[in-house]
């Protein structure tokens, strides 16, 4: 069931660079991609569209891998920078949608629970982001003294994705701020303009592929996931 017309925005535009120049959506983990196992959970999930950002290099690819999905795709290009990317996938958005939910296709361990439930979050309090709990003792250098302190590691969190959030809102944080080219999350543009955003944590694994290492790390992972299903 579909819930208040909820639209996911995949991000799947990176160059892969720190990958070795392999597109991230492309990587295969135990015979599918990272992007079949993402569109299969949003497929499965309480999302009424998709909208898949991607490249000219693996626009191509991705549409043949999206044959399957029975919910509604759109295609678009990606910007110079994240938050255009993602920008340029929520104006693909229907009229009628009212929650966006973004996430990246570098993570692929998402699941269509956490999606559901990161939506309803939304629904209720305007904006909710999945996050993880900072296990390593984290340091903070002042840019202008060079002070170094600690932070406390309990009121510390790691953000993910799926990040789900009122499109009005997005719209209206947009509108306000003019440029927001330099924001890394979205959440972190609704924040900026005083949204007070749920966040959840992540019960399973939800790990973000970034480097060549990671993928056998993933498919250790992805072998256990699949064994107790």
Known sequence: M????????????????????????????????????????????????????????NEASLRALAGKACKPITFTRGGSTRAESIANGIACASKECEIICTHDCARPFVTASLIDETVKEASIHGAACVCSAVTDTVKHKDPLTGFVSTPERANLFAVQTPQCFKKSLYLHAKNALGDISTFTDETSVLEEIGVEVSYIRADGVNMKLTSPDDIPIAELLMKRKEAFR
């Open 2 to 57: 579909c819930v208040k017309k909820a639209c996911a925005v995949i991000a799947a535009a990176g160059s892969g660079n720190r990958m070795g120049g392999i597109s991230k959506p492309n990587i295969e983990i135990l015979g599918k991609t990272l992007f079949e196992y993402v569109l299969e959970a949003f497929d499965s999930s309480s999302v009424c569209e998709i909208v898949v950002v991607c490249s000219e290099d």
